[in-house]
């Protein structure tokens, strides 16, 4: 139902763009969010997206990252700016803060120092 897109490996302070298909209407979910999970650490969320145009933010990442959706296409997107060593993770896109869809298989970022 999820497949997630747009990771690598990039330099600290370099960016990347995140993408996130659903395969059925995502209009229907008020909130869309981007998860990230670390080796040996539980999967958290990153930001979320309303379609009021709310967000909500991790700590962490406030001022770098912005997410973004599409419903017309299914996709929500996540631009990273500025990134660092500790945002090497495992990106995953679902509905947020509730969980109401099979995770994807996610996309792998990760930032050297």
């Known amino acids: 139902q999820i497949v997630e897109s747009g990771g690598g490996l990039v330099q600290a302070g370099g960016s990347l763009s995140l993408s996130c298909t659903v395969t059925?209407?995502?209009?229907?979910?008020?909130?869309m969010g981007w998860y990230r999970q670390a080796p040996g650490k539980q999967r958290d969320l990153v930001a979320d997206?309303?379609?009021?145009?709310?967000?909500n933010y991790a700590d962490s990442v406030k001022g770098r990252f912005t997410i973004s959706r599409d419903d017309a296409k299914n996709t929500v997107y996540l631009q990273m700016n500025s990134l660092k060593p500790e945002d090497t993770a495992v990106y995953y896109c679902?509905?947020?803060?509730?969980?109401?869809?099979?995770w994807g298989q996610g996309t792998q970022v990760t930032v050297s120092s």
């Open positions: 997206l309303a379609n009021d145009g709310s967000t």
């Open positions: 059925r209407s995502i209009v229907r979910f008020k909130r």
């Open positions: 679902n509905t947020g803060p509730s969980i109401y869809l099979s």
